[in-house]
């Protein structure tokens, strides 16, 4: 076993110094050689260029990222929560106790893939709200590169899947550029999608940088999770089919457990109904103490751990109603299923690395991006686009849909008091910068380097996982990459924990920033100002000065009850001034508490154009991309250059779908239509008196305004619709409000002739493809849209 470990690893070391004297990858992925070239072939030699190859027995490097998976979430960390497969890979490899994040996906991925931190890397926010500052404007430079654009020219396959979210939304079109793409920093293949998050029935999916169906609908059973497991397998066979002696580099990011909380209905059975039922019946706070006595169990936190006192504003269990204990608790079942389901996928791909004799040399790595998000507020929801677009959820409401809860028929999140417990035994949650929002859960299992499996408590951070990959692999990092001259990594390697358990902490100093909310790490001591973000557009505040830092010895208080800012001041002082240099040196200022609004001119892929043209089955374009009708008058033109005998029907152009958008269509009853879902509460429908007719024709919708919006109470634009074939008025009707803000959450675009994904109106289902000719369809503006204060979905 000795054998098999060490060889590999002098084969890599050797290929990386070759790489470290020359100092360069990307250029030249093979060694040259010399043709000798005569008249004819009878006296010339020719030459084929010999590709890179990695050494043999190199090992394979994957990847799993979770997403709001809080670090008392998986059972080897105390949670009620069946994770067998990622508590069988503790046991096998390394659970750490002491893991950083950034507390939000996009700059925690960044920092991952790069080595950087994230501000570093201009991804200190989520890249929806990217400003221009060097340290916000989700531009990853090419001075920093990804793993795989180091790891392929080292004779690596690599592929990513699932989540991304590190691309500016405005390179986010048809058009590109690319080259913030996955597949334009150095993954030579991608399937997943592009954004914070994803419906898991109803995907915005991409193939490279192709929009794509998914291979199955809902009905025939297709589960994203599932989905992104299958192409990993397939991604793992067809490699080894061609060249098993070439390792591989996955990049598997699935999109649980974010919202929605969407698990396939057989495992929501097994915590309502079945083997699991009863598992939370205790309520959060009951459970925040049940989880730190497993933890203090089985190590995970000291014996003398105390547990964080609950927030003011998160609501005792037991002063809740038997009515909202009841919804409560099923929302805590349905994430606890989409995580059991999610562990079983990762046992697929587990299982089918053990099957085909690969597992022991994998270099497996499972992280969570930031803490358990806290996004569903106090009463949690079923459809979350509602409060994005301020329209408030009851708790009737919320009730009426409980059996519905993680189907495709809603869009749910649980209460925060679910993501505290779920950080347990930290402070708050995911968008924080106390533990409950930057300790996360890291396990990495690798049998044939990892001698000593077990407990690891060293401080590290999600910057330290590159060069650790990189050492592992014996790969320096280049100087140079595809000609451009690299920044310093950042991050130090962990490797040197996998053989000493008890080995002191190598990290310095760490950072952390997240709206304005500060900390610093350094020497087992943390101080943190708990800055209050700003959701107001309209306020001018400057209370940076009046921010309250707080001082914790974090190796005996690791979750910051104690605060001894009066008694250590000089030690806070230090720290302060610590964190000013450290925020200079990375990008951090200038330091910013918009959460949801952020004033800063931008790129827009968008053109502020009064008329577009959209053309049949063409890919969707994402909204940010796509005519803005909210809040204004707008006019939709199809021209319809045949219709059959009989009629057609089908969608003429879509935006949006089930949880908000809009959609004009000829329905089954041949009749022309026009609906506006009001994020998914409410259908205002407006149709025809006669049918579309045969042959060419021109059938339009014109929407005039006349109800100015009330944002603030969740009111679009209400106004007056008419629907016209061929310039002859045909019906019309009184559309009251209609969506202000976002249609949408998961990247589902405007579409002509057809509606991908959900569907907008309940009067069909999707694709429902026009079965007549479309040429094309125009839509006008008028330029009379409100100036609002327009929210910036922070989603990640």
Not at 616 to 621: H, K, L
Request: with cysteine; charged share 20%; glycine share 10%.
């Amino acid at each position: 076993m000795i054998m098999h470990g060490w060889k590999p690893f002098v084969l890599c070391l050797l290929v990386g110094i070759l790489t470290f004297l020359t100092g360069e990858v990307g250029g030249q992925n093979a060694q040259e050689c010399q043709s000798k070239i005569g008249m004819t072939y009878l006296d010339s030699t020719p030459c084929w260029p010999t590709p890179v190859k990695a050494p043999q027995g190199a090992p394979n490097v994957l990847i799993i990222a979770l997403d709001d998976v809080g670090f008392a979430q998986l059972g080897s960390y105390g949670s009620a929560i069946e994770t067998p497969t990622l508590d069988n890979l503790a046991k096998g490899g390394l659970l750490y106790t002491n893991f950083h994040t950034t507390a939000l996906c996009s700059p925690t991925r960044a920092c991952i893939l790069t080595g950087r931190n994230h501000h570093s890397v201009g991804t200190g926010v989520v890249t929806e709200i990217a400003t221009g500052y060097p340290g916000y404007n989700a531009m990853m430079p090419k001075s920093a590169a990804i793993l795989p654009a180091i790891l392929g020219p080292n004779g690596y396959s690599t592929i990513a899947l699932g989540k991304w979210h590190n691309t500016p939304p405005w390179e986010m079109t048809v058009l590109g550029p690319f080259d913030r793409w996955p597949t334009g920093q150095g993954f030579e293949r991608f399937y997943g999608f592009m954004g914070g998050e994803a419906n898991q029935y109803y995907p915005a999916l991409y193939s490279g940088i192709r929009y794509v169906d998914p291979p199955k609908t809902p009905a025939q059973g297709y589960h994203l999770s599932e989905d992104l497991t299958d192409n990993a397998i397939r991604f793992i066979d067809n490699n080894r089919m061609v060249n098993p002696d070439k390792p591989f580099f996955l990049y598997l990011a699935y999109g649980a457990c974010h919202a929605p909380h969407q698990p396939p209905r057989n495992w929501v059975e097994k915590y309502t109904t079945g083997e699991y039922k009863g598992k939370f019946s205790q309520g959060w706070d009951a459970m925040r103490e049940e989880v730190l006595a497993r933890q203090k169990e089985k190590g995970i936190v000291p014996p003398n751990t105390e547990l964080s006192p609950r927030p003011d504003w998160i609501p005792a269990w037991a002063s809740l109603s038997a009515d909202e204990q009841r919804l409560y608790i099923r929302m805590q079942e349905v994430f606890a299923a989409y995580l059991s389901h999610t562990d079983d996928q990762i046992n697929r791909v587990v299982d089918h690395l053990q099957s085909t004799g690969m597992l022991d040399n994998t270099l497996l790595i499972v992280f969570s991006d930031n803490g358990a998000s806290a996004e569903g507020g106090t009463i949690g929801s079923v459809n979350e686009n509602r409060w994005f677009n301020n329209v408030p959820e009851s708790l009737q409401d919320n009730l009426a849909m409980m059996d519905k809860l993680g189907s495709e028929w809603t869009y749910n999140h649980y209460p925060m008091g679910w993501a505290h417990a779920g950080n347990t035994p930290f402070q708050r949650y995911k968008r924080e910068t106390f533990e409950g929002g930057v300790a996360d859960p890291l396990l990495i299992h690798w049998p044939n380097r990892i001698r000593q499996p077990g407990i690891r408590t060293q401080f590290h951070h999600a910057i330290d996982i590159f060069p650790t990959i990189l050492e592992a692999l014996g790969i320096p990092a280049p100087d140079k990459v595809n000609g451009v001259k690299q920044d310093p990594v950042e991050g130090i390697s962990m490797l040197y924990t996998f053989a000493n358990p008890a080995a002191p902490t190598r990290k310095q100093a760490q950072y952390f920033e997240m709206f304005g909310m500060r900390a610093i790490w350094s020497d087992g001591w943390k101080a943190v100002a708990d800055h209050k973000s700003d959701s107001s557009y309209w306020a001018q505040r400057d209370t940076w000065v009046d921010d309250k830092w707080a001082l914790y010895h974090v190796d005996g208080d690791i979750s910051e009850v104690h605060d001894l800012a009066a008694k250590y001041p000089g030690k806070l002082n230090a720290l302060m001034n610590l964190f000013d240099s450290e925020a200079r040196k990375y990008n951090v200022f200038p330091l910013d508490d918009r959460m949801t609004f952020r004033i800063s001119p931008r790129p827009t892929a968008r053109l502020d154009l009064p008329s577009y043209t959209y053309y049949s089955n063409m890919d969707p374009v994402e909204e940010g991309s796509a005519v803005d009708t909210k809040n204004r008058s707008f006019t939709i033109t199809a021209y319809v250059s045949s219709t059959p005998e009989g009629g057609a029907e089908g969608v003429l152009i879509s935006q949006g779908g089930r949880f908000g958008g809009y959609s004009f269509f000829v329905g089954t009853d041949k009749k022309l239509h026009f609906v506006h879902n009001y994020v998914g509460v409410s259908e205002f429908e407006v149709a025809s008196t006669s049918n579309v007719p045969t042959g060419a024709s021109t059938l339009k919708f014109v929407f005039t305004k006349t109800v100015e919006p009330d944002v603030s109470h969740g009111l679009g634009a209400g106004g007056t619709g008419q629907l016209y074939i061929n310039d002859a008025p045909v019906g019309g009707g009184f559309i009251p409000t209609t969506v202000p803000q976002k249609f949408t959450l998961t990247g589902e675009g405007l579409c002509a002739g057809r509606d991908v994904e959900t569907p907008v109106s309940h009067l069909y289902g999707s694709p429902f493809s026009f079965t007549g000719g479309l040429d094309r369809v125009v839509v006008d503006v008028v330029d009379n849209q409100t100036k609002l204060a327009r929210k910036v979905l922070i989603r990640d």
